[in-house]
């Protein structure tokens, strides 16, 4: 399916639905899930807009959007900031108590520091870091042909940014913002990963059916190990012993991170796309077109396909592994889209009563101490924050204009 063909289908499902950048012919799978990964690229010459992310972070003080130094800390911190067209920042949501890091999507389009101080933001066709501090942005960093992912390193000291274009990684020195020299890939990278001790990054390259480990402190790519066809998706388990990939059939292939060999795919009977893996290791939630397939780590062995709502797109899991969140584009109703959130109890694999989420919600992150999830709805251009004790939202916060992704502190 060319680049038109797709965008005409995705249209018709979302009217309000900004241009893609490059489409991979990968199928609709491909599509629905670059269809919550991309804004608009900007024309030759012009200002690039930016991927709109909605952001939820470790302890942070200061005003944020406003310009000079930091004042004290406030009472009520924000919970959640939006970046929108032109590197704004704006707060959405507070809190009171230092915020814990929280579980996120697995498509990142723009990464904060450990610390919370910055924010690196694909802002095609470069990156720019903004800091959460004074609200002011820093010079835009080249890094490759048209970034198309951006993920950094446990530690907080290297940002990676891939170019399907280029097929290169490149480092970007946190402590300087200075890129590094490209880093060849393969194909079509399309997600990149990190053990917990930030040694080695892992790409996913679509194009050969490949994952490229990366030496962190080389950065020198190892030889590609084989996995199958259309890697696009990556989930490492906290314990950093393997990698699982998403691949374009019906399976998902654990990869040995001593020894980068992969393991006997593990079918799913559906295609996967997203991934997401529990504190404690134990269990790999797999997102396909349908459902939600639990893998047990200890056996890599599928479970029972979880019923969730239409149109299953990510997944997160709280900070204390208790529950899984799977947001669903639900259903249309009259030419309406009326999205879902369906919760899923870890210790028993059930789905809980369905969450409405908006017209067309494009993206969750769910807060460290998992009373709260927090939903950016497209059309809305707005931002709702979700008690996870009575499945009920409140009041929709007003965001810069077309919320798009939700990321949080590594």
Request: aromatic residues 4%; charged residues 15%; glycine residues 10%.
């Amino acid at each position: 399916m060319d680049e038109m063909a797709l965008r005409e289908l995705l249209a018709s499902a979302v009217a309000a639905e900004p241009p893609m950048g490059p489409v991979v012919a990968a199928g609709l799978r491909a599509g629905r899930i670059l269809r919550r990964r991309r804004l608009t690229r900007a024309t030759v010459g012009s200002v690039a807009a930016l991927s709109v992310a909605v952001i939820v972070a470790p302890a942070l003080h200061g005003g944020l959007g406003r310009r000079g130094p930091a004042g004290p800390a406030p009472r009520s911190r924000p919970a959640a900031w939006v970046i929108s067209h032109g590197g704004r920042i704006t707060p959405a949501g507070t809190t009171r108590g230092p915020l814990r890091p929280v579980a996120t999507s697995s498509f990142p389009q723009a990464v904060i520091t450990p610390d919370g101080q910055t924010i690196y933001v694909l802002t095609y066709p470069r990156v720019t870091p903004v800091s959460t501090v004074t609200g002011r942005r820093g010079k835009r960093i080249a890094a490759g042909q048209t970034p198309d992912d951006i993920g950094i390193t446990p530690n907080g000291k290297t940002v990676y940014v891939l170019s399907m274009q280029a097929r290169t990684a490149t480092p970007i020195n946190v402590r300087t913002d200075r890129p590094g020299r490209p880093i060849p890939v393969g194909i079509r990278p399309r997600n990149i990963v990190f053990t917990p001790d930030s040694r080695t990054a892992y790409v996913a390259n679509q194009g050969p059916g490949t994952v490229t480990p990366i030496n962190t402190a080389t950065n020198k790519a190892g030889k590609p190990i084989r996995v199958s066809f259309s890697p696009l998706t990556l989930a490492i388990t906290p314990d950093g012993k393997t990698v699982y990939v998403a691949d374009g059939g019906t399976s998902v292939m654990p990869i040995t991170v001593a020894t980068n060999k992969p393991g006997k795919p593990i079918d799913i009977g559906s295609e996967p796309f997203a991934l997401a893996v529990t504190p404690d290791g134990k269990t790999v939630y797999v997102v396909t077109g349908g459902n939600v397939v639990p893998i047990a780590t200890a056996t890599n062995t599928a479970g029972k396909p979880i019923t969730v709502g239409h149109w299953p797109e990510d997944i997160v899991i709280s900070a204390n592994g208790k529950e899984a969140y799977v947001l669903c584009q639900g259903y249309k109703v009259r030419g309406v889209w009326h999205g879902t959130i369906t919760p899923i109890s870890t210790r028993t694999n059930r789905p809980g009563p369905i969450i409405p989420a908006g017209r067309y919600p494009i993206a969750l992150a769910v807060s460290g101490d998992g009373k709260t999830l927090y939903v950016a709805d497209y059309p809305s251009s707005t931002v709702t924050a979700v008690s996870t004790a009575t499945n009920r939202g409140g009041r929709p916060i007003p965001v810069a204009r077309r919320p798009y992704f939700i990321i949080g502190a590594p």
